[in-house]
T-cell receptor, first 117, second 115 residues
Framework: AQSVTQLGSHVSVSEGALVLLRCNYS??????LFWYVQYPNQGLQLLLK??????LVKGINGFEAEFKKSETSFHLTKPSAHMSDAAEYFC???????????????FGQGTELSVKP | NAGVMQNPRHLVRRRGQEARLRCSPV?????VYWYRQLPEEGLKFMVY????????ESGMPKERFSAEFPKEGPSILRIQQVVRGDSAAYFC?????????????FGPGTRLTVT
């Protein structure tokens, strides 16, 4: 069964500092991986996704993530945090091969990012 | 282009009442997913539907919960005889194809409070 673990439920950085949000996955087949962002009282917005092409994926708002098969990781980074980045971030995995399960997403527990001025 | 629409945004029900949550997918999308987000937790998959078909309901509680996606109209998540533990945010997502590589577009959610 697939699963996702996000290390650290809360991460706090200073404005302008590096953002690193960790995600490790468990999957018996090469998965599809996603990072979503959720602002308070809103739905989820896709930041980026990995679908077996380039291992370094660039997303919106300056975020990027690198797929490392050997480490089963898909960590999210941003070189310089902005106040507007404060939100909850979710890593998710889907199985590309099982037709009957479609593309259901398995989410991690989420990481709340705080940005200090 | 309208995104995924959910209504109501907030719903308050007393224990034992029924809750009906509606989801209108992105125009042209024929695949709908429902997820539940309990306080302080991530989203949990509930059910995956295509038009007039339930494809995967492995995340649905066995009792009191049902979902449909009729040929015409929105997808409905129905919770009968609600209990306090049903209080959560319910998110609907849609995608154009069934493939796992496709982005799912999320609605703003319905926040259900059971008193």
């Amino acid at each position: 069964a697939q699963s996702v673990t996000q290390l650290g439920s809360h991460v706090s950085v200073s404005e302008g500092a590096l953002v690193l949000l960790r995600c490790n996955y468990s999957s018996s087949v090469p998965p599809y991986l996603f990072w979503y962002v959720q602002y308070p009282n809103q739905g989820l917005q896709l930041l980026l996704k990995y679908t077996s092409a380039a291992t370094l994926v660039k997303g919106i708002n300056g975020f990027e993530a690198e797929f490392k098969k050997s480490e089963t990781s898909f960590h999210l980074t941003k070189p310089s945090a902005h106040m507007s980045d404060a939100a909850e971030y979710f890593c998710a995995v889907s199985d590309p091969m099982i037709y009957n399960q479609g593309g259901k997403l398995i989410f991690g527990q989420g990481t709340e990012l705080s940005v200090k001025p | 282009n309208a995104g995924v629409m959910q209504n109501p945004r907030h719903l308050v029900r007393r224990r034992g009442q029924e809750a009906r949550l509606r989801c209108s997918p992105v125009k042209g999308h024929s695949h709908v997913y429902w997820y539940r987000q309990l306080p302080e937790e991530g989203l949990k998959f509930m059910v995956y539907l295509q038009k007039e078909n339930i494809i995967d309901e492995s995340g649905m509680p066995k009792e009191r919960f049902s979902a449909e996606f009729p040929k015409e109209g929105p997808s409905i998540l129905r919770i009968q005889q609600v209990v306090r533990g049903d209080s959560a945010a319910y998110f609907c997502a849609s995608s154009p194809l069934w493939q796992g590589s496709d982005e799912q577009y999320f609605g703003p959610g319905t926040r259900l409070t059971v008193t």
